[in-house]
């Protein structure tokens, strides 16, 4: 099994899991070994999860300010904590090929492994909603024609991804690419650097 054929199981089983309560309180119930690569995937798409649910209530145009706020602040922990997850990822891979030497002609490639993973993600839930919609009983004909075709693109997508992944990973373990773990040091995350939290504070 490919690292990408894991991946897209495990992914496709949290967003299934997800939405038995469809609930952005509800905690992961993660079924992996702790510190294995299997629990941080499904512990990212699990986030995803909850995000993309979080980012779907915020848009609610009668939703009072309040609670928008309160949402908006659990999105931004949110992304925080899929940004963290997404370079462990990295740093997992990295440890995994740390003995290989690179070739003389190695490079690198335009984004981590770790990144194209974590749209890889997004796709499972992508392709989890496509299909409601697809398959909507209360949709118009046109509808669920418009989502199947979308669905199918969706799919390709992920094919295609995960191919270029799995190609990306062979790469690196045959020396023919290097990767390097980039921090995203998020300047506004971080009341130190963040100006506005620095003169709300005073």
């Given at each position: 099994?490919?690292y990408t054929?894991?991946?897209?199981e ?5 967003v ?5 309560t ?5 905690p992961c119930?993660n079924?992996?070994?702790?510190g294995?690569?299997e ?16 980012e ?15 949402l908006k602040?659990?999105?931004?922990a ?12 990295d740093?997992?891979?990295?440890d995994?090929?740390?003995?290989v030497?690179?070739?003389p002609s190695a ?16 796709l499972a839930?992508k392709?989890?909603h496509?299909?409601?919609q697809?398959e909507?009983a209360d949709?118009?004909?046109a509808?669920r024609?418009t989502?199947a075709g979308?669905?199918?693109v ?5 094919q295609?991804l ?5 190609t990306l990973l062979?790469?690196?373990?045959a020396g023919?690419?290097y990767?390097?773990v980039?921090?995203q040091?998020k300047?506004y995350n ?6 506005a939290i620095?003169r709300?504070?005073?």
């Amino acid at each position: 099994m490919s690292y990408t054929d894991k991946a897209n199981e495990i992914f496709d089983r949290a967003v299934r899991e997800y939405h038995i309560t469809d609930c952005i309180d509800t905690p992961c119930p993660n079924p992996y070994e702790p510190g294995s690569t299997e629990h941080t995937l499904y512990a990212k798409c699990w986030v995803d999860a909850a995000q993309w649910h979080m980012e779907d209530e915020i848009r609610v145009p009668s939703l009072p300010a309040d609670q928008g706020m309160v949402l908006k602040h659990r999105i931004d922990a949110s992304n925080q904590l899929r940004t963290d997850m997404v370079e462990e990822i990295d740093s997992m891979l990295r440890d995994k090929y740390r003995d290989v030497k690179p070739l003389p002609s190695a490079s690198i490639n335009t984004e981590s492994p770790a990144w194209a993973i974590d749209r890889l993600s997004i796709l499972a839930l992508k392709l989890w909603h496509m299909r409601e919609q697809a398959e909507r009983a209360d949709a118009s004909a046109a509808h669920r024609a418009t989502a199947a075709g979308k669905l199918a693109v969706l799919e390709e997508q992920r094919q295609d991804l995960s191919s270029a992944i799995d190609t990306l990973l062979e790469d690196i373990a045959a020396g023919r690419k290097y990767m390097k773990v980039y921090r995203q040091m998020k300047l506004y995350n971080d009341p130190e650097t963040n100006p506005a939290i620095s003169r709300a504070k005073k």
